[in-house]
C-alpha cells in the first residue's frame, strides 16, 4: 500500500520504518474495536498523507521558483488518489466491531 501511494521504492522503504515505530510506539492505544491489521494500515496510509503534505510544502518553499509555479498550478490529489478505494478496501479489511461475551 505504501508503495503504491508513493511511486518510489526509497520513500516507501523510509515510510514503512516510520509506520513501525509509530506502532511500536502507539500499540498501547491500540484498542481492539478492529483487527490489528486494519490499525496499522490507518497509521500506514496517514503516514503516506503526511509524507505527500510535507513533499509538497518543500517543493513549494524552495528556491526554484519555476518548480515551485509548476507545482502549485498542479493538483497533488492524484498522489492521494493511487489506491482506488476498491485497492483500498482489499489491502485493509473494513473495521469490525469485536464482540465480548458477557
Known amino acids: ?9 526509497e520513500d516507501a ?3 514503512c520504518q516510520e509506520v513501525f515505530i509509530r506502532v511500536f510506539k502507539q500499540i498501547d492505544k491500540f484498542m ?3 483487527k ?6 490507518s497509521i500506514a496510509y496517514n503516514a503516506c498523507v503526511d509524507h505527500v503534505r510535507k513533499s ?9 521558483p519555476i ?5 502549485a498550478q498542479s493538483d497533488v490529489s492524484p498522489l ?6 476498491n485497492t483500498m478496501k ?8 469485536v464482540l465480548f461475551d458477557a
Open 36 to 41: 490489528l491489521s486494519t490499525w496499522i494500515g
Open 67 to 71: 518548480g515551485a509555479i509548476n507545482l
Open 90 to 97: 482489499k489491502l485493509v479489511p473494513d473495521i469490525q466491531p
Open 80 to 85: 492521494l488518489n493511487n489506491i482506488d478505494r
Open 13 to 15: 522503504e523510509d515510510l
Open 1 to 9: 500500500m505504501v508503495l503504491r501511494m508513493t511511486n518510489r521504492q
Open 56 to 64: 509538497k510544502r518543500e517543493v513549494l518553499s524552495g528556491e526554484d
Open 32 to 34: 481492539g474495536e478492529a
